[in-house]
Each structure stands twice: as structure tokens, then as C-alpha cells.
């Protein structure tokens, strides 16, 4: 199908873009295009206004601190992927990124325009959630900064107000002593994954874990953290027994009913399966 008939400008510069945004409520934000195209063309959105930000300078660019590493908002995922200042500060982005649809379809996406679009079975939410990030926010006249955890409401929702945009998206470098590891099960490569879980796991010199994060997606109505599983490993040496305990916990946080693609007793084995996987990778990679 085609879609419908829009208007469409392309602001300059951030400030341009929320005025742009705040002057005609039945807007929209066009990034990548990789999510919303489609919305369009199924008329699923019908918006007066599309409001084109490819072409806002400060957007642009990655970079790469102590403690963090800052993407901004039209960073495509492949760039993301392909950065080695990235992957020697993080390298669970680029585990998560090759994940993402295909290579064709990274090239457009940007990583600020999954998380914003907050779908609940995206990687990249979950991956932001497990590392504790955070995006940068701008709206008419004022910033913010909204962790992640406060960020994914709902499929398809996010805590940003409707005259708000992720101006860049922040990810903390990987700490000391920190294995790390993403794995999905999808019925196709670059398909959305059935259930994905995030693994992050800080060990003490005794191999004692002193910090985990957890977090999945496909499971529930957002991205979410696994917390019940990080406090079954926090304190303990993750032997099998420790893992067990916590792959129970994530299976009982699956709440997604039954839809065409599986199960929720088939998503819930997934999760248990994938929860140990991926622990046992995180602790191998502890350097
Ligand atoms: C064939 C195919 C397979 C895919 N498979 C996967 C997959 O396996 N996993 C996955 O995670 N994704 C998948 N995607 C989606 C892809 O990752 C998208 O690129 C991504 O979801 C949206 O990024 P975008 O830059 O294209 O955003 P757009 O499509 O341009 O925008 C998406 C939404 O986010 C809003 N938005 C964009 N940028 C901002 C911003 N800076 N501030 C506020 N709102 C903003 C837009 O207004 C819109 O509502 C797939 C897409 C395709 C076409």
C-alpha cells in the first residue's frame, strides 16, 4: 500500500525540530524510517506532518568517554555496530546490534529510533535497560534525562511527552570484572526474537557475584528487567545451582499470552533456557 498524504519538512536544527513538533500535535518524528515507513504504508499512523531529522547536524556522531558512551540521535545501528571505540567500551552492543533486523535494514535504523519506538520485543530497549543507560531528551525550551528504567511504559510507549525527542542515548562503559552476553531465539535471523535476554554479571577476585543485570525481551508488554533472577545470583558464586534458581525466576517473569508466534509455556521454557546460556557466557568472559 502507499501512504497517506503528509506534509513534510526538514528542520535544521534540534530547536527547529520541537517547535516544528509542538506547532502541529498530529506529528511525527521520521528517523531511520525503518519502523515507521511501514506503519505508514499499512495506514496503521495516519500524521499530518512528518517531521524529518536526518538532516540536524548536532544529531550526528558517537563518542566515547571514561564512563560512557554517547549515540546520538541519527547514528544508524550499523555504525554503532562497526565502532571499535564502542565495542572496546562496551562490548555488549555489538552482540545486541548484530541481532537487529539485517544489515540492510541497520544501515537506515538509528538506535535512538528503536528505543524510541519502544517495540517489546526490540533488542535494543533491553540492552539499554541491562546496562542502566539512560537518553537525553529535549522538548520547547527545556532538556531532561530519562533513565531507562523510567523510559518503556507499554508496546509502542515510551515516558516521553508528546512534544519531546532523544536528542542521544547514553551507555555506560562496561564495569571492571563484568562478563557480558545477549542471546534470542528467533524463527529467522534478523526476525524479531521470540524472547532475548541480556546478561551482565560483576564478579569479586573469589568469583562471588556482586552485581548482575538482567534483562529480556519478547516476554512481556516492554522491555524488562529481570530483578527477582539478579538477587538470586547477587552474593553467590554462580554455580549451577545459583543459575537454576535464576532461570526460574526469569520463566515466572514471562506475562505474554499466547499470540501466533508461541506460546507462553514455549516463551517461558525459552527464557529459562536462554537465562542459563547466557549466564554461564557472562561468567566465562569475566576478565
Ligand atoms: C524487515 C525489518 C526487520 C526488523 N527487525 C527488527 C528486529 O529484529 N529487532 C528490532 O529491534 N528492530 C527491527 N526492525 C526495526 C528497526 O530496528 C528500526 O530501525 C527501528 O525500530 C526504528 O529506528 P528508525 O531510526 O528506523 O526509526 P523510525 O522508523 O524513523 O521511527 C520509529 C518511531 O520512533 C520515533 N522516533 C524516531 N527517532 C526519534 C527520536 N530521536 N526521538 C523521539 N522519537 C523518535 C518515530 O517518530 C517513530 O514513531 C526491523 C525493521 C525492518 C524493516
Redesign the pocket.
Known amino acids: 500500500m502507499k501512504p497517506p498524504l503528509f506534509d513534510y519538512v526538514t528542520p535544521e536544527s534540534v530547536e527547529e525540530a520541537v517547535a516544528a513538533r509542538a506547532a502541529e500535535v498530529d506529528s ?11 506503519t505508514l504504508n499499512f495506514r496503521i499512523a495516519n500524521p499530518a506532518l512528518l517531521i524529518d ?1 536526518s538532516r540536524i547536524p548536532s544529531l550526528r556522531g558517537i563518542d566515547v568517554n571514561d564512563s560512557e558512551i554517547i549515540v546520538r ?1 541519527m547514528v544508524r ?1 550499523r555504525e554503532v555496530e562497526l565502532s571499535e571505540a564502542v565495542h572496546q567500551a562496551n562490548p555488549l552492543v555489538r552482540e545486541v546490534l548484530q541481532n ?2 539485517h544489515t540492510v ?1 541497520r544501515n ?3 538506535v ?3 528505543i ?2 519502544a ?1 517489546a520485543a ?3 530497549p533491553a540492552m539499554l535497560l541491562a546496562v542502566e543507560g539512560s537518553v537525553d531528551v529535549q522538548g520547547p525550551g527545556r532538556k531532561r534525562s530519562i533513565a531507562a528504567g523510567d523510559l518503556f511504559q507499554f508496546h509502542l510507549t515510551t515516558s ?1 511527552a508528546d512534544d519531546e ?2 536528542i542521544a542515548v547514553r551507555i555506560p562503559v562496561l564495569p571492571p570484572a563484568t562478563g557480558w552476553s545477549y542471546m534470542e531465539f528467533a524463527r529467522r535471523h ?3 526474537a521470540l524472547a532475548g535476554i541480556c546478561a551482565l554479571v560483576t564478579l569479586d577476585g573469589d568469583g562471588r557475584c556482586t552485581k548482575a543485570r538482567l534483562s529480556a525481551c519478547g516476554i512481556a508488554s516492554t522491555a524488562v528487567r529481570l530483578a527477582s533472577a539478579e538477587e538470586e545470583l547477587t552474593g553467590d558464586m554462580l554455580d549451577e545451582t545459583a543459575i537454576a534458581r535464576a532461570a526460574k525466576a526469569a520463566r515466572d517473569a514471562v506475562t505474554a499470552v499466547d499470540d501466533s508466534q508461541a506460546s507462553t509455556a514455549y516463551r517461558r521454557h525459552l527464557v529459562d533456557t536462554l537465562t542459563r546460556r547466557t549466564l554461564i557466557q557472562a561468567k566465562g568472559r569475566v576478565a
Open positions: 511525527v518524528l521520521l528517523a531511520g524510517g525503518q519502523s515507521l515507513l511501514a531529522i540521535a545501528q537487529v533486523a535494514v537506515r535504523g538509528t535512538a529510533g528503536s524510541a519506538h517495540d526490540a533488542e535494543l516521553l525527542m532523544i534478523g526476525d524479531y
